[in-house]
């Protein structure tokens, strides 16, 4: 199985490094040995049939969960014992296949809580301090996360309804927001979980643009789940196939529309 790096000007530095990855669940093996390398600035797509194992791989990406052997590295440092806070910090963040945004929130608070992270230099009891004593350092530090939350907001497209709850927000726009508040970490890779689940052909085509506007923007790698396969094909780089826990494929997308291990677990002969 050739691993080759897409024909666009890629950076072919190493971004993240899966290494033997095992996962169990007593005796459910749900991630089997999986190794592939993702490299910079790559949009990259995992696709499998339903319980392959691709959220459970993004799970131990992102330190909710950790492997049962095996190592992530990640821009050279392994992280595979990290917790997820720790992970996030260093750069990786991430959207759920299930939208976890808070509800009661608006979208601009749901969006400012992600910049939290980025408060440097201070501890949990310092920062409570701060605030309420109301020193300059906090309203400053607090303007400025409201003013990065709100380009965020304008660059997703819902900056008119920044103060509106998130439970309010049909779908398509809760997606987005989502993305936004990932974007709020300062990402170097970004992890998309189901990105056009729900979404119609039009929402679709706008959601591909969208990816390759903040992968050029923000200089992300990109890591997405998804079952929409025309999507996939169109958006990524490269794309690993799982299936039963195991990677049958990895290559460019014309690699993988023609591999027949593929096509037999998930393509099928359509």
């Not at 980025?118 to 303007?143: M, V, W």
């Amino acid at each position: 199985m050739k691993d080759e790096i897409s024909p666009l000007k890629l950076d072919t530095l190493p971004c993240l490094e899966a290494k033997a990855l095992m996962r169990q669940f007593g005796g459910l093996v749900a991630v089997n040995n999986v190794s592939f390398t993702v490299h910079k600035n790559e949009i990259f797509g995992l696709i499998g049939p339903n319980g392959a194992g691709k959220t459970t791989l993004f799970n131990l990406m992102t330190g909710l969960i950790r492997p049962s052997s095996g190592q992530l590295v990640y821009q050279g440092e392994e992280i595979s014992q990290r917790p997820p806070h720790q992970i996030a910090t260093k750069g990786i963040a991430r959207t759920f296949q299930n939208i976890r945004l808070f509800g009661n929130l608006s979208a601009l608070e749901n969006v400012m809580i992600a910049r939290h992270i980025h408060n440097k230099g201070a501890n949990i009891l310092s920062t409570l301090l701060t605030g309420l004593l109301s020193l300059p350092s906090a309203s400053r530090r607090e303007q400025l996360n409201k003013q990065k939350a709100i380009a965020l907001l304008d660059m997703v497209g819902l900056s008119d309804r920044a103060e509106e709850k998130a439970r309010n927000f049909p779908y398509g726009d809760q997606r987005r927001l989502e993305i936004a508040r990932a974007l709020a970490l300062e990402p170097q890779i970004l992890l998309l979980d189901e990105p056009a689940a729900g979404m119609n052909p039009s929402e679709k085509h706008q959601l591909s643009e969208f990816i390759r506007e903040i992968r050029q923007q923000f200089n992300l790698t990109v890591i997405l789940i998804e079952h929409h396969v025309p999507l996939v094909m169109g958006l990524c780089d490269r794309i690993a196939v799982l299936n039963f826990g195991k990677l049958i494929a990895l290559g460019e997308p014309s690699v993988i529309r023609n591999d027949p291990s593929v096509i037999e677990a998930y393509l099928g002969n359509e």
